[in-house]
């Protein structure tokens, strides 16, 4: 069983930054890739970035790229994004989950997900 733990998540205004964290803990972890959705109140759960773990290849939703940036510590089992230029349209519940194969923008082709953070980007 793999734990996942994220952190980072808070209020803060338009064109402030965020970085969250997600610490994985538990039995030997070998994710193929690990990746961070969203969920905004009223919404379906989306694809926000995710990174191979081996190779560090990083894919992101079209509506962050160029703003935020997907990073990990293999040594650490920790994965980290980092949230610039925010609007308010980046709040939701931003949620951490790793996989061990399949397609990587998939909410259903992840195996395990954190609780959640809750971040907020005030106008």
């Known amino acids: 069983q793999v734990q996942l733990v994220e952190s980072g998540g808070g209020l803060v205004q338009a064109g402030g930054s965020l970085r969250l964290s997600c610490a994985a803990s538990g039995r030997t972890f070998n994710a193929y890739a690990m990746g961070w959705f969203r969920q905004a109140p009223g919404k379906e759960r989306e694809f926000v970035a995710a990174?191979?773990?081996?190779?560090?290849?990083?894919y992101y939703a079209d509506s962050v790229k160029g703003r935020f940036t997907i990073s990990r510590d293999n040594a650490k089992n920790t994965v980290y994004l980092q949230m610039n230029s925010l609007k308010p349209g980046d709040t939701a519940v931003y949620y951490c989950a790793g996989t061990y194969g399949g397609s990587i923008v998939v909410v259903g082709a992840y195996d395990y997900w954190g609780q959640g953070t809750q971040v907020t980007v005030s106008s």
């Open positions: 990174i191979n773990w081996s190779r560090g290849s990083a």
